[in-house]
């Protein structure tokens, strides 16, 4: 079965370029602004989407994303408004991937095959759940993709070539390379160790392979998808909101504050490979 993430790196492999992937906290700073921000997003230049589902306790996020979330939080943003979020934009664009990324304890709560009907009804397309090890498949990997979504795992460069089969086993759409150990939004190290990173973990899969943490500028993504089949960026844009916030609100140029900047982003992308 061919997803709409499948559709669109198959799309970008003809076009000889990278995916740019951008995070955004559904529901971040209030939830109209933050579904403005989401539409906005295509338009710029996103590829796909990852849409965060804002939790209390999320222990893989750097201060931006945290921060970002507890805004979504404060301002009513729940899962199942999450995925209503989806389905508003789905009234619009037919074609871009959505990907939910988030932690377990939220879909435990809401009822595993109750949220993957209800994810598949609302046009989502994919998941990362990043407190889910491929152990704990039966939880929810495998009532995902009995359902059409792509389950998309991250790796990281602990992931040595004895845990990457079970970590790719039950993988579809895409894998996601963290290019660092620690949270989201600190700096890359090494260039050419993520390179080499993502060469060591395509002898292992056909999946295309993003990279994501640490990924701020034009230039990192030029750089970095010279590499990779797409670039993920996420820290930055939900920085780009909250510079935006007057008095801790929205401001008339938060929406534009997110756009210019996958504008820019995404210029970076089509110079990866020129």
Known sequence: ????????????KTE????????VMAGDPDLATGQAILEALPRAGADIIELGMPFSDPMADGVAIQLGGQRALA???TLRGVLGMVEDFR?????TPIVLMGYYNPIYIFGVDKFVAAAK???VDGLIIVDLPPEEDDELCLPAMAAGLNFIRLTTPTTDDKRLPAVLKNSSGFVYYVSMTGVTGAAIKSRGAVGDAVDRIKSHTDLPVAVGFGIKTAED?????KHADGIV??????DAVAQSLVDGKASDTTVSAV?????DLAGGVKRARR
């Open 1 to 12: 079965m061919t997803t709409r993430i499948d559709t669109r790196f198959a799309a970008l």
């Open 16 to 23: 000889g370029r990278p995916a740019l992937v951008t995070f």
């Open 75 to 77: 301002a009513g943003q």
């Open 91 to 95: 009234r619009k664009d037919e074609t």
């Open 121 to 123: 009804e609302a046009g």
């Open 221 to 225: 993504a030029a750089d970095i998808g």
């Open 233 to 238: 960026v996420g820290s930055v844009l939900v």
């Open 259 to 263: 756009r210019d900047l996958v504008a």
